[in-house]
């Protein structure tokens, strides 16, 4: 793998955030060669715009149970007719019985071969949809705060300083900005910089409250407080707005043993070996 430019700009927290899955599920498709993102400064991976559309893609085709070798076979493809951006019309991606068809707003063609397809042939989905699109237009504030938040991740590894100031100015742009306190509290907590994570933490989740992964944070800038008992009650949060999160399952567990739960620690665990089988 090279290491990242300008045309891998997205960090393994981004990809989660984008596409709702949870680092287990981003690893495992890397490590079954679905994508193959390239090596940031810091030995981190970097995904394209190429890699977010085939990593939905091919979560979506092993859900709709297609073979393994037709995934890869049919991604390779996909891969070669992909734009290196976001394209301003949006992007779906479908898996129609056992092949997969691409659509943008101007036509729908099928991914191993390249043929055109007219709408009715793609009219009956079966399995997921990956569907990566701009929405409606963001306000002028959500719009700074999303430059600022991507200029932020862009100074992370060599300026922290900057980023944090990056990150706080796209929070005051937008005080219900998720990205800019997700990758700004992470910052803090690499910084060691707990009470100030916490801090942030405290005053982003009444505004955020739906981020599961803003909890999680939350939850892990307190342990390293040694306030266990609160951070259990975070990891738990953070699990009713997403169960299937592995790593809040076993944080949570390592917590319970300590606190002398054994069925508590016991099902979490074992719910962590489950989803990350």
């Known amino acids: ?48 715009f190429q890699d977010l559309m085939l990593l939905r893609t091919a979560q979506g085709l092993q859900e709709a149970q297609i073979p393994p070798r037709k995934i890869l076979r049919s991604l390779r493809q996909l891969r070669a007719t992909l734009p290196g951006e976001l394209p301003l019309t949006g992007m779906r991606i479908t898996a129609v019985g056992t092949d997969v068809a691409v659509r943008d707003r101007h036509s729908t063609w099928e991914a191993g071969s390249g043929q055109l397809l007219l709408d009715f042939e793609v009219a009956p989905v079966d399995g997921s949809v990956a569907f990566l699109a701009p929405g409606p237009a963001p306000t002028a504030g959500h719009a700074d705060a999303w430059q600022l938040s991507a200029d932020g991740e862009a100074l992370e590894s060599t300026d922290p300083a900057g980023a944090e100031a990056a990150y706080r100015a796209a929070i005051a742009a937008a005080p219900d900005h998720v990205d800019a306190y997700v990758n700004l509290g992470a910052l803090l907590c690499d910084l060691q910089r707990y009470e100030d994570a916490v801090q942030l933490h405290e005053y982003a989740l009444p505004r955020c409250p739906h981020s599961a992964l803003l909890f999680f944070n939350h939850a892990i800038a307190l342990e390293e407080l040694g306030r266990l008992r609160i951070a259990a009650l975070n990891y738990e949060r953070s699990l009713q707005l997403d169960p299937d999160f592995a790593d809040a399952h076993y944080n949570l567990g390592r917590l319970q043993e300590l606190f002398g739960d054994a069925r508590g620690a016991l099902r979490h665990l074992n719910a962590y070996r489950r989803l990350t089988r």
């Open 1 to 48: 793998m090279s290491v990242a430019g300008a045309a891998s700009p997205y960090t393994m927290r981004r990809v989660q955030q984008m596409l709702g899955l949870p680092r287990i599920a981003i690893q495992r498709l890397v490590n079954a060669g679905f994508v193959t993102p390239t090596r940031g400064a810091r030995n981190e991976f970097r995904f394209s």
